[in-house]
């Protein structure tokens, strides 16, 4: 895979890790550098593939599920904006794209869930003040609390309805019981392009409510942009595959006609018919 290296192969599936990722690596350790002593470096360091842990994770429930139903997966590729699994179709029924979708969000959920029992003995406070300091124990409950809320945003974001995202397939699924597969990629493609231009706008709007504070975020016009461009892309592939069904359809319908010869007529012995 172009620019993207193989780390790896787990449950069978090859992964890839694309060479932005280390670009996040360098901003996170540059930051940190700035504010912070060594000790917060390093845990800055640290938390970067933690966090891609988490997300390979992600791809790996999507993956497993999908495999329960015969859906086989090519790779997983993680990059700067989350991971890619490419599965070798979307499943026959609406409902085994619906469990495959919510089951990257579940095990996102379930790792916080975790992480909120392993959190327990550095307090809970929503954001502790305590964990500012630079004991060992106040870096490891930091650490531990950014994983735990990283994975909750992970889940509930790749929750909304913006197709391809995950809660995007959940409402192509849920659409695609009464309006078919075609129609449903259509609807669901046309509200994913709508929250695209949205998101950019939705994210420094609710850090704004959280802090008080504006905020521009690059990452969300990235993020904004493939959404866009996977939604039409997927959509496109859907009609063609429907165009081709159809055409084999309409081709299996008209009946063979076979071939009749007639054969001439023998002149009679006394030269009449």
């Not at 139903?69 to 904006?81: E, Q």
């Not at 890619?84 to 499943?91: C, M, Q, Y």
């Not at 969000?105 to 502790?128: E, H």
Request: proline letters at 6%.
């Amino acid at each position: 895979m172009f620019s993207a290296w193989q780390v790896g192969k787990l449950f069978g599936i090859p992964v890839y890790v694309h060479w932005s990722c280390l670009l996040l690596v360098v901003l996170a350790l540059g930051g940190a550098w700035e504010q912070s002593s060594l000790p917060h470096v390093l845990a800055s360091a640290a938390l970067v593939p933690a966090i891609f842990t988490c997300v390979l994770l992600h791809e790996f429930g999507h993956c497993l599920t999908a495999r329960a139903y015969g859906i086989r997966t090519r790779d997983i590729t993680l990059c700067a904006l989350g991971g890619v699994a490419r599965l070798e179709g979307l499943g026959k029924r609406p409902w085994e794209e619906l469990f495959v979708a919510l089951a990257g969000p579940a095990v996102n959920v379930a790792i916080a869930f975790v992480l909120t029992l392993v959190f327990l003995p550095f307090g809970m406070g929503l954001v502790p003040r305590e964990l500012n300091g630079e004991t060992t124990g106040n870096l490891a409950g930091s650490f531990v609390l950014t994983l735990l809320a990283a994975n909750l945003l992970l889940g509930f974001f790749n929750l909304l309805p913006a197709f391809p995202m995950d809660g995007g397939r959940v409402l192509r699924s849920l659409l695609q019981v009464r309006l078919g597969r075609l129609r449903a990629t259509e609807l669901a493609a046309r509200i994913g392009l709508v929250l695209a231009v949205l998101i950019p706008i939705l994210g420094p709007a609710g850090w704004y409510l959280l802090s008080g504070e504006i905020q521009f975020m690059p990452i969300l016009v990235f993020v904004a942009l493939f959404v866009a461009y996977a939604g039409q892309r997927e959509l496109w592939a859907v009609r063609r595959v429907e165009e081709e069904r159809a055409r084999q359809e309409e081709e299996e319908a008209i009946p063979e006609v076979l071939p009749v010869e007639v054969a001439a007529p023998t002149p009679s012995r006394n030269g009449t018919e």
